[in-house]
């Protein structure tokens, strides 16, 4: 799950439906997925949910060490790389699609569906 937040006060996003994301260890991608189209209003934030599938690569042994271990203080460094097109829409005015890119660097105590984010760092890019 995550959460994007609209500051502006007059200005409606409009997220398409094309994006992509993705989850890499150590620049290995592991899984992708798509980035879910929504729309969100001015001074407000949605929670959202993207699914990842497993790629073609196997996981890398060292990410093995940190999910076999029995230390309950398990880290696993990930990061989740977003890009999507975005339509703005203050009153009348329209713009046409841009793209955005979103870079996450998170720190996971599992990789399973019960994980818990430990920290989490992200970073938008492109112009609106």
Request: proline share 4%; aromatic share 6%; charged share 20%.
């Amino acid at each position: 799950m995550l959460k994007a937040e609209n500051p502006n006060q007059h200005t409606n996003i409009f997220y398409e439906q094309d994006g992509d994301a993705s989850l890499s260890f150590k620049q290995k991608e592991i899984e992708v997925g798509k980035y879910p189209p929504f729309n969100q209003s001015p001074k407000n934030s949605n929670t959202f949910k993207i699914v990842l599938h497993g790629s073609n690569t196997a996981l890398p042994k060292e990410i093995g060490k940190g999910l076999n271990s029995t230390n309950s203080k398990a880290r696993i460094s990930l990061s989740l790389w977003m890009n999507a097109s975005v339509k703005l829409e203050t009153g009348a005015l329209k713009t046409g699609s841009k793209k955005i890119y979103v870079d996450c660097s998170l720190t996971v105590d599992a990789l399973s569906k019960s994980a818990c984010v430990l920290s989490q760092e992200c970073h938008t890019k492109g112009q609106l």
